[in-house]
């Protein structure tokens, strides 16, 4: 039997309260599934809270979506194209250019905002837009490395795991610093020159999208993280590529994100089999759109 929940609700000043419809809870039920942040925190009731005119802040909203439990899984892979030419960026920084540490400059510093090959397009992140009612996998006991090569962030772009260990390293003899800036949480780390393993941190808390990188020494460098609460995202390769092993079987929606276009799609629904691999999950976007 259900016990109803009773809530008071307390709302800063500058919101209005906008009863869309009565709300009848149904308790404290974990078969939900969980959306945003990466996947999210568990969200049983829908609410809107919408601010007064002119305040500029976008609607806050959280869904749910009841299920049975799920034990079985399979495989995503797909591939994003680029119709027409990949444009060529110039450097960030030329080769040979004045800068305040010489080693910057020892080789050009790529633009790394659009990168492919053979038609596909790179560092996209691709994710699970909504976690079902799933046993959701601890964090691999493996670390990320995030390191900072010729005042280049490597890799530049990179998914990670809530409470995986995160190793910052800095492959340079001149200092950098690792300033992420997020939405659910940001952190900033100087980074010694020639430092390899003692600067460590963790994720503790989930974004929406992927959070930007900056390191406040040298303002060309950036990159993106992107901190989840489950193991079903990644990034695409070069040629525009990816793979997402033991996804949860059944009709799963991912999110196509990249830096350069925010959202390719909100929401693509994919039937994920139980022990085999999807119909290939392939997107298009246009050369156009990247340039500039």
């Known amino acids: 039997m259900h016990m109803p929940c009773k809530f008071n609700l307390v709302f800063p000043t500058g919101f209005q309260c906008v009863l869309l419809s009565s709300l009848i809870l149904s308790g404290c039920d974990s078969s939900v599934?969980?959306?945003?942040?990466?996947?999210?925190?568990?969200?049983?009731?829908?609410?809107?809270?919408?601010?007064?005119?002119?305040?500029?802040?976008?609607?806050?909203?959280?869904?749910?979506?009841?299920?049975?439990?799920?034990?079985?899984?399979?495989?995503?892979?797909?591939?994003?194209?680029?119709?027409?030419?990949?444009?060529?960026?110039?450097?960030?920084?030329?080769?040979?250019?004045?800068?305040?540490?010489?080693?910057?400059?020892?080789?050009?510093?790529?633009?790394?905002?659009?990168?492919?090959?053979?038609?596909?397009?790179?560092?996209?992140?691709?994710?699970?837009?909504?976690?079902?009612?799933?046993?959701?996998?601890?964090?691999k006991e493996e670390p990320v490395v995030f390191d900072q090569k010729g005042c280049v962030f490597v890799p530049h772009a990179?998914?990670?795991?809530?409470?995986?260990?995160?190793?910052?390293?800095?492959?340079?003899?001149?200092?950098?610093?690792?300033?992420?800036?997020?939405?659910?949480?940001s952190f900033n780390s100087t980074v010694p020159p020639n430092n390899q393993s003692d600067v460590e941190t963790t994720f503790s808390a989930a974004e929406k999208v992927p959070a930007g990188v900056i390191c406040d020494f040298h303002n060309w460098m950036q990159a993106y993280v992107f901190p989840v609460d489950h193991p079903w995202a990644t990034t695409s390769n070069p040629d525009g590529s990816f793979t997402i092993e033991n996804v949860p079987a059944g009709k799963m929606e991912f999110v196509i994100w990249h830096e350069k276009l925010g959202y390719i799609e909100r929401s693509v629904e994919v039937e994920i089999p139980a022990g085999g691999e999807s119909a290939p999950l392939e997107l298009s976007v246009d050369a156009a759109d990247l340039a500039g």
Not at 173 to 183: D, E, L, R
């Open 158 to 185: 990179q998914v990670v795991q809530t409470g995986q260990k995160v190793i910052l390293k800095n492959s340079d003899p001149v200092a950098h610093n690792v300033n992420v800036k997020g939405f659910a949480g």
């Open 33 to 139: 599934r969980r959306e945003g942040f990466g996947g999210g925190a568990l969200s049983p009731v829908k609410v809107t809270l919408l601010r007064e005119a002119g305040s500029g802040d976008e609607e806050a909203q959280s869904e749910s979506t009841a299920g049975p439990k799920i034990t079985e899984f399979g495989t995503l892979s797909g591939r994003i194209t680029v119709s027409g030419s990949i444009p060529t960026l110039a450097p960030l920084l030329a080769q040979g250019a004045a800068t305040k540490d010489a080693i910057c400059s020892a080789e050009a510093v790529p633009n790394q905002t659009v990168v492919g090959s053979d038609g596909g397009l790179g560092n996209v992140f691709v994710y699970l837009r909504r976690v079902p009612n799933v046993d959701v996998p601890a964090p």
